[in-house]
């Protein structure tokens, strides 16, 4: 028996075994939840299908979030292979890799779109056709960094997107509330993952948090998984709009 027995909850952003929500994933299969994943694109389609293979009864779903229509079809089909849902893991984000170095004040208006679109407006969006499919309430959540409160080398836009992301989970925890339908967002410390690789510099990052960080050590994306299965589950009843900080306690020192 578990903490998630007899949840339906869709997982978003697995693009391979290193991915946050493929940990979270975990974390919540070991809880008893039924899990639906989706991929962006035929790109990553076979690596989601051979890993949700190693979860017997998972869905695979396309949606790419940057088309209302592949959400759409999305609430389309959770709502008939799960009738009821009750938890969204948002871990989606993208900016090109050229605005991830240099200047900030480089930062260009298609890119600047971009990022907000993928990283930003599409947790809006998931919630916006997702939340009427949470009849017995629920739990909705994203992933976030610190460069959206602080300006940090190199993650420019994404640190301002990440800044609407978070204002986002707010507004949507203060309207959703009345459902019963809690949203928060967990920020995480450097992990070493695909979307990471982006991002200029990343080693010096995590070496700044091996020595600064309370517990004098880098994330785990087991430890964000955890925290994740916490967040979806009954335990956290009393939490909605939160920002949860999953860094060995790095924001308090670094
Ligand atoms: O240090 C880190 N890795 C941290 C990541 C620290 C704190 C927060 N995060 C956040 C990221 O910003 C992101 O929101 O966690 C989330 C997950 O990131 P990840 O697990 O580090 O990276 P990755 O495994 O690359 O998953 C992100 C995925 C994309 O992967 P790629 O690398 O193929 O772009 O987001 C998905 C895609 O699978 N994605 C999309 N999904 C649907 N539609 C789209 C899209 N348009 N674009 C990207």
Same mark, same amino acid.
């Given at each position: 028996?578990?903490?998630?027995?007899?949840?339906?909850?869709?997982?978003?952003?697995?693009?391979?075994?290193?991915?946050?929500?493929?940990?979270?994933?975990?974390?919540?299969?070991?809880?008893?939840?039924?899990?639906?994943?989706?991929?962006?694109?035929?790109?990553?389609?076979?690596?989601?299908?051979?890993?949700?293979?190693?979860?017997?009864?998972?869905?695979?779903?396309?949606?790419?979030?940057?088309?209302?229509?592949?959400?759409?079809?999305? #609430?389309? *089909?959770?709502?008939? =292979?799960?009738?009821? +849902?009750?938890? !969204?893991?948002?871990?989606?984000?993208?900016?090109? $890799? @050229?605005?991830?170095?240099?200047?900030?004040?480089?930062?260009?208006?298609?890119?600047? #779109?971009? *990022?907000?679109?993928? =990283?930003?407006?599409? +947790?809006?969006? !998931?919630?916006?056709?997702?939340?009427?499919?949470? $009849? @017995?309430?629920?739990?909705?959540?994203?992933?976030?960094?610190?460069?959206?409160?602080? #300006?940090?080398?190199?993650?420019?836009?994404?640190?301002?997107?990440?800044?609407?992301?978070?204002?986002?989970?707010?507004?949507?925890?203060?309207?959703?509330?009345?459902?019963?339908?809690?949203?928060?967002?967990?920020?995480?410390?450097?992990?070493?993952?695909?979307?990471?690789?982006?991002?200029?510099?990343?080693?010096?990052?995590?070496?700044?948090?091996?020595?600064?960080?309370?517990?004098?050590?880098?994330?785990?994306?087991?430890?964000?998984?955890?925290?994740?299965?916490?967040?979806?589950?009954?335990?956290?009843?009393?939490?909605?709009?939160?920002?949860?900080?999953?860094?060995?306690?790095?924001?308090?020192?670094?």
């Amino acid at each position: 028996s578990g903490l998630l027995n007899g949840k339906n909850i869709v997982v978003m952003g697995v693009a391979n075994d290193r991915s946050i929500a493929w940990a979270i994933a975990r974390s919540l299969k070991a809880q008893g939840a039924n899990l639906a994943f989706t991929y962006e694109s035929e790109r990553v389609e076979e690596r989601v299908r051979k890993l949700a293979e190693t979860m017997p009864g998972s869905l695979v779903l396309p949606c790419n979030v940057t088309s209302d229509e592949d959400i759409e079809r999305l #609430a389309d *089909a959770l709502r008939e =292979s799960f009738g009821v +849902l009750h938890g !969204v893991v948002h871990s989606i984000a993208f900016a090109k $890799t @050229e605005e991830l170095e240099g200047l900030y004040v480089n930062t260009s208006r298609a890119g600047f #779109a971009l *990022a907000h679109d993928i =990283s930003a407006y599409s +947790l809006t969006a !998931v919630a916006q056709k997702l939340y009427p499919l949470m $009849t @017995e309430g629920g739990s909705i959540m994203t992933m976030t960094y610190l460069g959206a409160e602080r #300006a940090m080398p190199n993650y420019n836009v994404m640190g301002v997107a990440k800044a609407a992301l978070e204002a986002s989970v707010r507004y949507l925890a203060a309207d959703l509330g009345q459902y019963n339908i809690r949203v928060n967002a967990i920020s995480a410390g450097p992990i070493r993952t695909l979307a990471a690789k982006g991002i200029k510099d990343f080693n010096s990052i995590l070496r700044q948090v091996e020595e600064k960080a309370p517990l004098r050590r880098t994330t785990d994306a087991e430890e964000v998984g955890d925290t994740a299965m916490f967040l979806m589950s009954h335990l956290s009843r009393g939490i909605t709009g939160e920002v949860i900080y999953v860094d060995n306690g790095y924001h308090i020192v670094g």
